[in-house]
């Protein structure tokens, strides 16, 4: 069994790196390939390069996870709306519409997702018996960022616009649950051996409705992939002192720190949970000399509870790969 699926099954005590974004544009392997593939869903669609970007950092890093090289956008494509990835401006969705996203049908979703259950078990194949393959899946909330367009700027939702919609939100959210838990699925029988949730725009879900569009739906999926005995992370990213909350409520296996909570506060409020993660993914562009003092900070905090090494949000396009490979090397000679 991999170290990953022994801290979140067994509560042990080993080491066990990965990082969100592992296989991305910081690297110019990824680069190659990206530039003679236009389009970005077709290149998720495509089971062999998948495959192909998804081991790119497994080969470079010798790193302990394999996440699938996908999209969280990927299954409101399946659900029938178009999906834009334009340079510099973040993915563009064609309008959502509320009949035909009522009328999808599962058999239909599972078709369209095919190429990536299959670039799942051409990378399981491959990959060590000893790593973890990741699957995941965008949570509802932040999914219907970007399905009715709600971020207006970096750090805000219009809410007036959600309100003047007048749709019905539930409906969506659980027609988005029964999807989402079929991806879970579809994944776990092509051979994911982990199930990362990212609610990535968590915190930016008003106080009144943390409850019904976070919480929830977080707790729906998570009791799914307990019922699939399938090792979960939850990652509400911004949500602060009410990470404590998220957790007594959602009750994952693992959870993932963001930059904003304090490795000593999660330690102290976050029980009956794995932690992940939380260094700040910005420290992986400074000098060599900061980053061993943002990564100590967080595996001299966590030496004595299980912990999974990673970083508080994606890998940042312009980090140079040496640096990573020097944090992973500090990790794992790390012994105090
Ligand atoms: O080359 C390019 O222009 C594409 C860049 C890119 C990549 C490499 C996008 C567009 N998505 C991905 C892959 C991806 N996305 C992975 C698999 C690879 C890996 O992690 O190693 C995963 C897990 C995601 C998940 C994802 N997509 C999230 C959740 C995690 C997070 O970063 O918060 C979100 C919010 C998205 C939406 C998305 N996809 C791509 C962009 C530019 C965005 C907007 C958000 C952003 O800029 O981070």
């Given at each position: 069994?991999?170290?990953?699926?022994?801290?979140?099954?067994?509560?042990?005590n080993?080491?066990?790196?990965?990082f969100?974004?592992?296989?991305?544009?910081?690297?110019?392997?990824?680069?190659?390939?990206?530039?003679?593939?236009?389009?970005?869903?077709?290149?998720?669609?495509?089971?062999e390069?998948?495959?192909?970007?998804?081991?790119q950092?497994?080969?470079r890093?010798?790193?302990?996870?394999?996440?699938?090289?996908?999209?969280?956008?990927?299954?409101?494509?399946?659900?029938?709306?178009?999906?834009?990835?334009?340079?510099?401006?973040?993915?563009?969705?064609?309008?959502?519409?509320?009949?035909?996203?009522?009328?999808?049908?599962?058999?239909?979703?599972?078709?369209?997702?095919?190429?990536?259950y299959?670039?799942?078990?051409?990378?399981?194949?491959?990959?060590n018996?000893?790593?973890?393959?990741?699957?995941?899946i965008?949570?509802?909330?932040?999914?219907l960022?970007?399905?009715?367009?709600?971020?207006?700027?970096?750090?805000?939702?219009d809410?007036?616009?959600?309100?003047?919609?007048?749709?019905?939100?539930?409906?969506?959210?659980?027609?988005?649950?029964?999807?989402?838990?079929?991806?879970?699925?579809?994944q776990?029988?092509?051979?994911?051996?982990?199930i990362?949730?990212?609610?990535s725009?968590?915190?930016?879900?008003?106080?009144?409705?943390?409850?019904?569009?976070?919480?929830?739906?977080?707790?729906?999926?998570?009791?799914?992939?307990?019922?699939?005995?399938?090792?979960n992370i939850?990652?509400?990213?911004?949500?602060?002192?009410?990470?404590?909350?998220?957790?007594?409520?959602?009750?994952?296996?693992?959870?993932?720190?963001?930059?904003?909570?304090?490795p000593?506060?999660?330690?102290?409020?976050?029980?009956?949970?794995?932690?992940?993660?939380?260094l700040?993914?910005?420290?992986?562009?400074?000098?060599?000399?900061?980053?061993?003092?943002?990564?100590?900070?967080?595996?001299?905090a966590?030496?004595?509870?299980?912990y999974?090494?990673?970083?508080?949000?994606?890998?940042?396009?312009?980090?140079?790969?040496?640096?990573?490979?020097?944090?992973?090397?500090?990790?794992r000679n790390?012994?105090?």
């Open positions: 069994m991999s170290n990953l699926k022994k801290i979140l099954n067994e509560k042990i080993c080491k066990s790196v990965w969100m974004r592992q296989a991305g544009r910081y690297l110019p392997e990824f680069r190659e390939i990206r530039s003679k593939n236009t389009n970005f869903i077709e290149l998720c669609l495509n089971s390069l998948s495959s192909e970007i998804t081991l950092p497994i080969k890093f010798n790193l302990d996870s394999a996440i699938i090289f996908s999209d969280i956008l990927m299954v409101p494509y399946a659900l029938g709306q178009k999906v834009v990835f334009n340079k510099n401006h973040g993915p563009k969705l064609s309008s959502f519409d509320m009949e035909s996203f009522m009328n999808n049908d599962e058999k239909e979703f599972t078709k369209k997702l095919k190429p990536i299959k670039a799942i078990q051409i990378t399981k194949k491959k990959l018996r000893e790593k973890s393959l990741i699957g995941f965008g949570a509802p909330w932040t999914l960022v970007y399905m009715l367009d709600l971020k207006k700027s970096k750090n805000k939702i809410l007036a616009t959600l309100e003047s919609k007048k749709l019905d939100l539930p409906q969506i959210i659980n027609q988005l649950i029964k999807y989402l838990c079929l991806h879970i699925q579809n776990i029988n092509a051979g994911a051996d982990v990362q949730i990212f609610d725009w968590a915190g930016l879900i008003p106080d009144e409705y943390l409850n019904s569009y976070c919480f929830i739906p977080n707790a729906k999926i998570t009791e799914f992939c307990k019922e699939k005995e399938i090792p939850s990652f509400p990213r911004g949500i602060k002192e009410k990470y404590k909350s998220f957790n007594d409520f959602v009750k994952p296996d693992g959870i993932n720190l963001d930059p904003l909570i304090e000593q506060w999660a330690k102290k409020n976050l029980k009956n949970v794995v932690l992940q993660g939380g700040d993914p910005s420290v992986m562009l400074k000098s060599e000399k900061e980053i061993i003092r943002g990564a100590t900070k967080y595996i001299q966590f030496n004595d509870i299980p999974i090494f990673n970083l508080g949000h994606g890998l940042l396009p312009e980090t140079d790969p040496d640096n990573v490979n020097k944090l992973i090397n500090f990790y790390f012994d105090g």
